[in-house]
């Protein structure tokens, strides 16, 4: 390891150069004053000066030549406040330039040793607590951009966490106790504070300076937590660094070593403290968060990564879109030098690295059938109810959860982000839109797919057992939290399509039955399982946890309408921003089709539609923003959106070609349109790798039940050949066989999608065990068909299943009725493995009789029309049953019992 060069000023250099104070308070007045511009030429005055009061050419030379092509580390050591709080990031070598941010040094601060003890490096995985604080009542130009925080370090630090490197905890709840729970259970080795920090300066008594950082509140405001406060939640802790991501957080007092929030937390044996001198600008925060983890995780040391940060934020402002052409895109603005590391060893490490990494579970939220659910890119906003509900839901004393509100105030994103939380401590998640077009059952189905062999056995003898619906929904939810560890979440979105529209209860039973089997679960005890139910209604009998959503801060109104890429123009007039939030009442969709209506409006146009807006309810503000934007659309954008009504769950852009056919032009251009009045959603599909649209659903049922708008059987059935051939030709899974299948019934092709019955479900379900299942769900309607060759089909599957669950009897019934119309169409080779089958039955219950005179028949016609198939299975089977010779002994025994053809 290369030697640091430590530097100590002379106590005198104060009295030696008496114009570094002066320079140093006018520096910080600079950066409070937010119409002053900081600009390297004023750096480098005062890091000029800094350089010569230190007097350290000569060991500077030395150490640089030590170093060689290593990183030669800088510390400035001092027991004087006085002067180690001089700006000392800003210091400014005659040839190397900024020693601060240059590629070939690392500088951070030291203290002579207080004797704290250090806490022991542990091995490994590396532990990060992400904490964010922004409570609700701060100033508009105080709010950070949490979200986007977030998604940098996430970044930063995605492959190391896959890898198991490193492990990431970032609650949504910003108050003090949930910090200090997270310290203390969590354990993290590194620590970053993201928020608002506050210095006091007292002018009459020095030594009360403090520090303060800001926390959410129960109450949604702020609670301002002192440095000693917030330095005694470290003890007993295992943190090796904290970054304090806050404005003044590196403050402190020029008469005491003790105050400040980054020196109180190093005088409790931190190693590392990163803090920030002055108030920093929340895109340099941002690119400071991103290139700090960037190099962190690339296994460079607290002070190599800091001074990488450094350097990242040198133009914070040069790739902003709307200032990257202004001049202060070429400023540094001052930012760089802001972070500060107080370090005790500046090369020590944050964990050994001695042990072996355990890869994160993949973390999808939904199961790939089900992401037809659509949920914003990035969930933004609602950190008050995430702070209410996110830990009673996710330790279970708040198992079922019911939101409730109004369409487009965000109910879906919140469940999603509850449930996304879930899913990385490894809950398995199901979900159901719960849409007129849409069936409950095919997530009944998924979950029944996901048991495991032995569980599958298990649940197919309670169909047998237990007739009722309900006893069985229930087992199926304990068999599923066995297997997967009690930890299981079931999602149910958009109840309000399935609710009677007067007495709001549901209008489908067997739903009611799933849901009622999870209250009753969680009325016995049984612990893991987690339900969130979402709708504009509460369900009449719903005992549980109910939380309706109301207005949202505008904050976060103000974050999703950035987050949405309104028009440039709306987004910077904040009076017009600020207009549209008191007048839609904080509804986040119903901001999309306002902005999209003003885009073709004038100034007179749109006070009226705001006028009218005022004095209309929630979904009828809704209606008139829609019947605006629809109206302004040319006719063939009309026409495609309704036409693509034909499509339930999201498609390709193929898809969307194969309804149009050649009778629209340009679709693309049209689509476009569509997507940027928000009239249509894009959603990513991971799995395929696909970009795939669909109408929305409060655009969808606005055509159906306002505009009356249909769907022709021709456009339907397009749809769902569109669906037959991406199963047929690229996405042959179960998930796509299900989503043809409801295509097809929806188009009226009945038999089409008997046939995807039999030739894509009932494998994979055979193979999976669930016999009952197909008996109950998926066969009935096959044994319907109208065509003979399907009904043949049909009864012989019946038959087999009620064959694997031992029902003898009742399988040989539907095996006979397959044999009749087999034989009546002089179907040999279906007769024959009827026959065999039929054999096995016998066989199976001591019938050995019946089965052998079955299985002669199948041998003497099968030799007879030389059907190699079925002669095969009859050598194998020989064998099974006792019979030598294989083939020859079918013919021996054929003739000794004189079975004629």
Known sequence: ?????????????????????????????????????????????IGTLLWRALDADEPFQQARKRAGQHLLPIVIESGKPEILHLPWETICHPEEGFLGRSEGFTLSRAVPSTGAALPAIEDGPLRVLLFTALPDDIGEKEQLRIEDEQALVLEALGQWRQSGHVLLEMPDDGRFSEFTHQLQHFRPHLVYLSGHGVFHKDYLNPDNDKGYFLF?????????????????????????????????????????????????????????VIGMRESILDRAGLQFARAFFGALMQQQSIAASLQQARRAIVLPLHDDEELRYSPLAALSLGQWCLPMLLSYQCDRQLVTGLFTPQPMRPANLFNESLNNISLPANFIGRRRELRRRQRAFREGTSALLMLTGAGGMGKTALAGKLLNTLKADGYEIFAFSARPEHNWRDTVLQMELALDEIRVAKYSKIQQVYAEKSKQIEMLLKLLLEQFGSQVALFFDNLESLQDATTRALTDPELQLLIDAAVRLKAQGVQGLRVVLTSRWALPEWREQLYPLGKPVYRDFLAVAQQQKLPKEFLTDFKRLRQAYEVLGGNY?????????????????????????????????????????????????QQLLCTLLAYEVPAAFEGVKALVLDELEQPEKALEVLLSVSLIERTENKTWQAEEFLVSPLVRDWLLLKKGATVSSEQLQRAAGYWQWLLENERGTVEQAIITYAALIAAGMNEEACRITLEWIVGPMNRAGLYQTLIDTWLPPVCLSTHLSTLVAGFGQIGKQYFHIAQYDTALD?????????????????LCATL???????????????????????????????LAQALQALESLAPQIGLPGGLSGWEQLSQQMGEGE
């Open 1 to 45: 390891m290369i030697e640091p060069l430590i530097l100590r000023p002379d106590e005198s250099i104060l009295s030696r150069y008496p114009q570094l104070v002066k320079m140093a308070a006018e520096l910080s007045e600079a950066y409070a004053d937010q119409e002053k511009l900081v600009t390297d030429n004023a750096l480098q005055g």
């Open 216 to 272: 959410e509140s129960d109450n949604d405001g702020g609670e301002l937590v002192d440095e000693e406060r917030l330095a005694a939640a470290f003890t007993g802790t295992t943190v090796q660094a904290v970054i304090l991501s806050a404005c003044h957080s590196g403050k402190a007092s020029s008469a005491s070593l003790n105050n400040g929030l980054m020196q109180r937390l190093a005088d409790k044996g931190i190693p590392h």
């Open 589 to 637: 969709r119903a901001l999309e089709f306002f902005a999209s209506a003003l885009q073709e409006m004038n100034s007179i146009e749109e006070e009226q539609l705001v006028a009218s807006l005022r004095v209309a309810t929630e979904e009828i503000q809704t209606n008139m923003l829609l019947e605006l934007v629809y109206s302004h659309r040319t006719a063939a954008e």
């Open 814 to 830: 539907y095996l006979k009725r397959s044999l009749a119309i087999q034989q009546e169409i002089g179907d040999i080779a279906g």
């Open 836 to 866: 065999f089958n039929m054999g096995h039955i016998y066989w199976q219950n001591d019938d050995q009789s019946n089965a052998v005179s079955s299985w002669i028949t199948v041998y003497k016609m099968s030799k007879k029309m030389k």
